[in-house]
């Protein structure tokens, strides 16, 4: 069964730290390109961020650059979000996603695999 299970959300002061992680399972992990979406209340789902197959490639959306990384570890098949200096704007819920492409991409339809999400709340 292909899965993809996020954690590590929670709830923090503006200016905090986060780190998001997520575990894939059955697909060949490191053959997938891997993205962060989030979705606010009353809002569309976004893209953030975004790594290749083999780690060499990233893309971020233009609101984190800079305060957020992301990266993997195909030994572990799993995807981290670090995420810092965050804002209140960033409060939603992150999903994790894998594309067959390998690639980095931005559409949320070009990934075939989601996890269920976890929240992330920052209070100002």
């Known amino acids: 069964q292909v899965q993809l299970v996020e954690s590590g959300g929670g709830s923090v002061q503006a200016g905090g730290s986060l780190r998001l992680s997520c575990a894939a399972s059955?697909?060949?992990?490191?053959?997938?390109?891997m993205g962060w979406f989030r979705q606010a209340p009353g809002k569309e789902r976004e893209f953030v961020a975004a790594?290749?197959?083999?780690?060499?490639?990233?893309d971020y959306a233009d609101s984190v650059k800079g305060r957020f990384t992301i990266s993997r570890d195909n030994a572990k098949n799993g995807v981290y979000l670090q995420m810092n200096s965050l804002k209140p704007e960033d409060t939603a819920v992150y999903y994790c996603?894998?594309?067959?492409?390998?690639?980095?991409?931005?559409?949320?339809?070009?990934?075939?695999?989601w996890g269920q999400g976890t929240q992330v709340t920052v209070s100002s």
């Open positions: 996603a894998a594309s067959n492409t390998g690639l980095t991409l931005r559409v949320g339809l070009s990934y075939d695999v």
């Open positions: 059955g697909l060949t992990f490191s053959r997938y390109g």
């Open positions: 790594i290749a197959w083999s780690g060499g490639s990233t």
